[in-house]
Each structure stands twice: as C-alpha cells, then as structure tokens.
C-alpha cells in the first residue's frame, strides 16, 4: 500500500533541507563529543538519554550510531551489545524503553 508524500512548496522542500541538514550537523557534533570523550562512559549515556527527550537531533540518532561512536566500539561489539540489552538494530535514542537505558548506562559503568 503506497501513501502518496504530500507535495511540497519549494520554500517548503528547501525548509525541510536545511531542517535535515542542520540536525546531521548536531549529530554529528554528537558522535565526535562520544568519540573524543574521556571521561566515564555510563555518565555520557545516561546525559544522552536526557538529551534525547529535548533534542530532535539527538532523539533522531540510532543508538547504533552513537555506540559505534564509542572509542574502541565497532559494528560488531555495538551488535553485540545491543543484542545482550535486547535493543532492536533500528531503535533511536528517544526510543529506548527505561530498562534498556539502565542496562546500557550499567553495561558501561563497569
């Protein structure tokens, strides 16, 4: 079943553009704060987890994404953890249920 995308104005595609772009931008400025963070990682999940329930680009930011952006993290270990939590692949931040934000802030405390 295909649902028809409403047609945008061009104001309004060039609008929702820069809206996109500029929230790649602060995500992006979010995995490179992960990735030369140095302090304790648990602490920086958990401030992340907040900052989802206010921020669009941190909300929109798989949780993939921002493990990955962890030093010493790639795709496998991020699955690998993701799949101990029973955290969905495709899940973003703002979808983390709370005992899933638990487990992964206590998965990096230790």
């Not at 609008?15 to 990735?35: C, G, I, M, P, T």
């Not at 962890?70 to 690998?80: E, N, R, S, W, Y």
């Not at 939590?85 to 983390?96: E, Q, T």
């Amino acid at each position: 079943r295909h649902v028809a995308l409403p047609t945008l104005t061009p104001e309004a595609r060039k609008a929702a553009l820069e809206k996109a772009a500029q929230l790649r931008q602060e995500r992006a400025q979010v995995k490179n704060r992960l990735k030369n963070s140095t302090g304790n990682r648990g602490e920086e999940i958990a401030n992340l987890i907040e900052e989802a329930k206010t921020s669009e680009a941190v909300a929109r930011l798989k949780v993939s994404a921002m493990l990955e952006s962890l030093p010493g993290i790639g795709k496998v270990k991020a699955a690998q953890i993701m799949d101990e939590i029973g955290i969905s692949p495709s899940r973003k931040m703002r979808g983390l249920g709370r005992h899933q934000a638990e487990k992964l802030i206590q998965h990096f405390a230790e």
